[in-house]
């Protein structure tokens, strides 16, 4: 009976704990953004427009101090040779967190302000207008 008892915890132990975080949104994952800033050197800002709002995740507010044009949901991009090529500023697109990708991305070192929270995201579909 103490075996039973000691292996009923053990499972429930295991199984309640885990080491990643995934964000809840409403689409099983999927969020939405707008592209709204494309920097040199591939430093890009983009606004979260649908999904998990989440200010550890996004800035709630950040101001462009090139432009003094300010964005809600607002993060950059860890991962910018991953998205597809022709994504230009004003498009909107679905998207997922992919933190298990590796940055493999060599881009110049010329700076341009983006804001401090950084994800690693993959595109899924391109929103057609």
């Not at 427009?49 to 432009?67: F, H, M, R, Y």
């Amino acid at each position: 009976m103490k075996f039973y008892l000691f292996a009923t915890i053990l499972l429930a132990i295991v199984t309640s704990c885990s080491n990643k975080t995934t964000p809840v949104s409403h689409n099983n994952g999927k969020m939405k953004a707008r592209f709204e800033v494309s920097g040199i050197c591939s430093n890009y800002t983009f606004s979260l427009i649908e999904g998990n709002k989440d200010t550890s995740l996004v800035q709630a507010s950040w101001t462009n101090p090139q432009t003094d044009s300010t964005y809600t949901n607002a993060f950059g991009v860890k991962n910018p040779c991953d998205l597809p090529e022709g994504l230009k500023v004003g498009d909107e697109f679905y998207f997922e967190l992919d933190n298990d990708r590796p940055n493999r991305c060599m881009v110049c070192m010329a700076y341009y302000p983006t804001p401090a929270k950084k994800l690693n995201i993959k595109v899924l579909e391109v929103v057609k207008k």
